[in-house]
């Protein structure tokens, strides 16, 4: 091992050829050597602090205050936008390609050879993300993972369980089965169930999946104890109803939370009745999830900042661009609606409201 400057010296003291005062002079020299290599590595330091505090703050892009993405490095303000995550998606109903990733060929008896498919589909996928640049970016992820990558890595998540599913247009086995079959992969059984459907479910609330998002998340967070308490209800001809797009793993995400939330302040003010209804049109141009906890109220103005943390900050992250999000309820400063996530669109996001239009603590989750 290489010796250090201290270990020099240290030898040199030991030396009993070097007499007294040539050690004195040895041991001032010495500590004039330490105290400038000190001063150097002083000044490294620093720098390098420097360079890591510089380093943080371009990094850290994605902060959220008052309902908007900071972007330091660009000292801009970009607010959420659900209806670029809607524009987004609909090119999975109406588009030459995308859509024919999730749904039969146009002409059932002749397939659409692969290497056009993708190519257009790539390039609806990239001129979506130009044309919607604020749409969900975990939701373009997931759409790039299933489309177009080699080694696809995407999720599903149930509460706080995660599954991840390896298929996509583009891995090796599905290529492999592809280049052998003359029918869309969602008439295969296999390729239908691993695949097409697990992706499908991902992107738009269709199909009776509101009342299966619903009542997975109830059975996740009540158990049988809890229902004899709670009194939860909902219409399964309602939320069956329900249709539109977003991503609907995020979403249920929120629900779960919002669900989660609800059953910890209903255990403390002793308020156990839980409403779930799904309205569309709401308020002629929206949809909407209303979570409903009979009786409670908070126990703040509405001019609160509910986003400084917590699960509502946890909720605000996970619906960022699906969708807006308000709170209905009478505050300490009256009956008002606040919202918590809103779009340009919205306009004025503390709202007073009719006391009889109140049933307690609601949640409106507003789509487009």
């Known amino acids: 091992m290489q010796k250090t400057k201290a270990d020099f010296i240290n030898d040199m003291l030991k030396d009993k050829r070097l007499d007294l005062p040539l050690k004195e002079k040895f041991i001032e020299l010495a500590s004039k050597e330490l105290l400038n290599a000190e001063n150097e590595n002083r000044k490294r330091i620093e720098e390098l602090e420097k360079r890591i505090k510089s380093t943080n703050n371009l990094?850290?892009?994605?902060?959220?205050?008052?309902?908007?993405?900071?972007?330091?490095?660009?000292?801009?303000?970009?607010?959420?936008?659900?209806q670029h995550t809607k524009n987004f998606l609909s090119y999975f109903r109406d588009s030459e390609g995308l859509k024919y990733l999730?749904?039969?060929?146009?002409?059932?008896?002749?397939?659409?050879?692969?290497?056009?498919l993708l190519a257009t589909a790539r390039n609806e996928f990239e001129?979506?993300?130009?044309?919607?640049?604020?749409?969900?970016?975990?939701?373009?992820?997931?759409?790039?993972?299933?489309?177009?990558?080699?080694?696809?890595?995407?999720?599903?998540?149930?509460?706080?369980?995660?599954?991840?599913?390896?298929y996509g247009w583009s891995c090796l086995e599905f290529i492999e089965w592809e280049n052998k079959s003359a029918v869309h992969p969602c008439r295969d059984a296999f390729w239908d169930k691993k695949?097409?459907?697990?992706?499908?479910?991902?992107?738009?609330?269709?199909?009776?999946?509101?009342?299966?998002?619903?009542?997975?998340?109830?059975?996740?967070?009540?158990?049988?104890?809890?229902?004899?308490?709670?009194?939860?209800?909902?219409?399964?001809?309602?939320?069956?109803?329900?249709?539109?797009?977003?991503?609907?793993?995020?979403?249920?995400?929120?629900?779960?939370?919002?669900?989660?939330?609800?059953?910890?302040?209903?255990?403390?003010?002793?308020?156990?009745t839980i409403t779930i209804?799904?309205?569309?049109?709401?308020?002629?141009?929206?949809?909407?999830?209303?979570?409903?906890?009979?009786?409670?109220?908070?126990?703040?103005?509405?001019n609160r900042n509910f986003n400084e943390g917590g699960n509502f900050k946890d909720i605000i992250k996970d619906l960022w661009s699906l969708c807006n999000?308000?709170?209905?309820?009478?505050?300490?400063?009256?009956?008002?609606?606040?919202?918590l996530l809103w779009d340009s669109n919205i306009k004025n996001t503390n709202i007073e409201i009719p006391a009889d239009s109140v049933k307690g603590f609601t949640n409106l989750l507003i789509f487009y």
């Open 102 to 116: 999730t749904h039969d060929y146009p002409n059932i008896a002749t397939k659409i050879p692969r290497d056009k």
């Open 325 to 339: 999000w308000a709170i209905e309820a009478e505050f300490t400063d009256g009956f008002k609606r606040k919202y």
């Open 127 to 166: 001129e979506a993300k130009s044309k919607y640049p604020q749409a969900s970016s975990k939701l373009i992820r997931r759409v790039e993972e299933f489309a177009f990558k080699d080694s696809p890595n995407w999720s599903i998540r149930k509460g706080a369980t995660e599954e991840f599913i390896r």
């Open 277 to 302: 209804t799904y309205e569309e049109p709401f308020e002629e141009n929206f949809k909407c999830l209303k979570i409903i906890h009979h009786d409670s109220k908070p126990n703040a103005p509405s």
């Open 59 to 82: 990094k850290d892009s994605n902060i959220i205050i008052n309902n908007q993405r900071v972007h330091k490095e660009k000292n801009t303000f970009i607010p959420p936008n659900p």
């Open 195 to 272: 695949m097409i459907e697990p992706f499908k479910k991902t992107i738009e609330i269709r199909d009776g999946l509101l009342l299966e998002v619903v009542e997975e998340n109830i059975e996740l967070i009540f158990s049988k104890d809890d229902l004899e308490v709670f009194s939860i209800s909902y219409d399964k001809t309602n939320l069956l109803s329900g249709r539109f797009f977003t991503d609907v793993d995020w979403f249920g995400q929120a629900i779960y939370k919002i669900l989660n939330v609800i059953k910890d302040k209903a255990n403390k003010n002793h308020y156990y």
